[in-house]
């Protein structure tokens, strides 16, 4: 005999404990409203993994920062060192360098933890700028995207600074010849460059005040704005839809991947932890600023050979390469151009540059469109060009910053590597521009080809009448659909000069744009129009039955009884 016991229908409508606290937590924060979040879906691409790099980096340097805070002294007060690195035992030194060689020598773990924080901060900067050019070459900074295009440069000039800050906070002699350096370098700006230098230094340097004021930047200020624009800069990727490469399904209102949860969220954490074990592997086996090395700072000594970290090797260079030329104006002031045109102009017209290609672009076209879908590089061969030149030019001063290492190691004259250098900032720009472009516009060349004729497979056949011939395959939809759904840029068409006898108000603007746009998007190389594709699938279906073509494209894979029967050679 069996019995049967039932609840109360009370009982049956009493939420759960867990249910209730669900729904206490929903009322005032309104969590069921995130739903459409977690179902977010991100394209999977692998370079869209640069910028997670630069993120997970900024984590790591957030929790090895906050650790080496507890340690640090920044200051400047003199002291007498006693600790367990013998060569430097019985050396004046500040404090600040004194407790970068405690934590390196005396505190467990510290000399790990500060090779995890500047590995981190070299690793973020380089992701950020190879993130950066990624969105020059593939075009997504237009519209809606411009003004999370300035957030993300903004990030990558203050993470800049915030490297070159805590790189100078040991007060080492190599971290205090490259402060020495920047003081030079804000006294060459006019009219304010001694107001920023009384700001930032707080009289001559080295003094009392340039290490716990650019402390306070470092730990502060600057990673105050950075963690605000990086936020910023979140929810407008999670705002905007997510930008992919073209393809089948693929369209300017939809987004092809996995969603956030829990797909790409499991990725994500996988990829976390894989950056962080390379962090440590890094810290662990490869020797980065070793401070002990150097020595304290002093006014009246420099290391030979000294170099800066790699983001600041091209200012380096450039510094080098400008010959000491400067002028009086009228009432004694000196402009010291040696100093002001390569540390101050030419980045910031550099900076200016990236930083506005976006308006210059959308003004020279005129699109107003929302760009979900990318470009390939080749796609834009003016764009890539100038982009790749600006690299090039970047290369130039970079290896420039090392003309002595350059001339010790290779035995060459230290002038000679100058006035190469010197040449180069304007030749291998200009090669680079010319040699991507011509790359460009022929592999648009060979991608029309394909479309036409299909892709060679590497096998030669005999034809009956004893020709050999190279076998091609039309491309799959997956290979053709992006080359065929390309945006195809052409050039504005030329101002009117006067309309119905009355001068164009507006024609010195609109010359402009139209040279702009022609040397944006001239000469490209137009996608094969229906009338062209339909030919060429007419000439595969007619080659397909054995006959050979005129232009050295015979069948597409098929044979016949024909060629069968006259034992056609495949030769591999």
Request: proline fraction near 6%; charge should be neutral.
């Amino acid at each position: 005999m069996s019995t049967t016991e039932t609840t109360s229908h009370s009982a049956r409508d009493t939420a759960s404990r867990g249910e209730r606290f669900a729904d206490w937590t929903d009322g005032r924060l309104g969590t069921y409203q995130f739903r459409f979040l977690i179902r977010k879906v991100f394209p999977d691409h692998w370079s869209f993994m640069f910028g997670e790099i630069a993120l997970y980096s900024f984590i790591m340097l957030l929790l090895t920062g906050v650790w080496l805070t507890f340690f640090f002294e920044p200051s400047m007060a003199e002291t007498v060192y006693h600790g367990p690195h013998a060569p430097l035992q019985g050396v004046r030194m500040s404090q600040a360098y004194a407790s970068t060689m405690e934590i390196s020598f005396e505190v467990r773990g510290g000399l790990l933890i500060r090779q995890i924080h500047h590995w981190s901060a070299l690793i973020m900067i380089a992701a950020l700028c190879v993130h950066m050019l990624r969105h020059l070459l593939t075009g997504s900074f237009r519209n809606p995207r411009e003004a999370n295009w300035l957030i993300g440069f903004s990030l990558l000039v203050l993470v800049t600074l915030e490297g070159f800050f805590g790189y100078s906070l040991p007060d080492d002699l190599l971290s205090g010849t490259g402060l020495r350096i920047a003081e030079g370098v804000t006294l060459a700006i006019p009219l304010v460059g001694t107001y920023l230098q009384m700001f930032l230094f707080g009289g001559e340097y080295p003094g009392q005040d340039a290490v716990p004021r650019l402390y306070s930047f470092h730990i502060l200020l600057l990673p105050g704005l950075i963690v605000a624009l990086l936020t910023v800069h979140l929810i407008l990727v999670f705002y905007h839809k997510h930008t992919q490469f073209r393809g089948p399904s693929r369209t300017e209102n939809n987004v092809v991947g996995q969603p956030l949860m829990p797909h790409y969220t499991a990725k994500a954490g996988g990829f976390f932890f894989l950056v962080t074990g390379v962090l440590a592997l890094l810290a662990g086996i490869a020797q980065i600023n070793p401070v002990w090395t150097y020595g304290p700072y002093r006014a009246d000594q420099i290391s030979q050979g000294s170099q800066p970290d790699w983001y600041m090797g091209f200012l380096e260079g450039a510094l080098r390469a400008m010959p000491a030329w400067e002028f009086t104006i009228p009432g004694g002031y000196t402009i010291n151009l040696g100093v002001l045109i390569p540390a101050v102009i030419l980045p910031t017209v550099m900076m200016a540059v990236f930083a506005l290609w976006p308006f210059l672009e959308a003004w020279v076209t005129g699109d107003k469109r929302e760009h979900h879908l990318l470009d390939r590089p080749r796609d834009h061969p003016t764009r890539t060009a100038f982009v790749l030149s600006m690299i090039a030019l970047y290369l130039v001063l970079f290896f420039g910053g090392a003309n002595d290492i350059l001339a010790e190691r290779f035995h060459l004259s230290l002038n000679q590597i100058t006035y190469g250098v010197r040449i180069g900032i304007f030749l291998v720009p200009a090669l680079t521009y010319v040699i991507t472009q011509r790359i460009c516009l022929g592999l648009q060349r060979r991608d029309r080809d394909k479309l036409l004729h299909g892709r060679e497979t590497g096998k030669i056949r005999r034809l009956p009448h004893g020709e050999f011939v190279e076998v091609h395959e039309p491309l799959d939809r997956w290979q053709a659909y992006p080359l065929l759904s390309k945006d195809f840029p052409t050039p504005l068409p030329p101002p009117a000069a006067e309309r119905d006898g009355v001068p164009n108000p507006h024609g010195r603007k609109e010359k402009v744009r139209y040279q702009l746009s022609r040397w944006l998007y001239g000469g490209q190389i137009a996608t094969p129009t229906p009338q062209e594709m339909r030919q060429a699938l007419e000439h595969a279906a007619h080659s397909s039955n054995g006959h050979a073509s005129s232009d050295g494209h015979p069948e597409t894979g098929q044979r016949d009884a024909a060629e069968e029967r006259e034992a056609d050679q495949e030769l591999h």
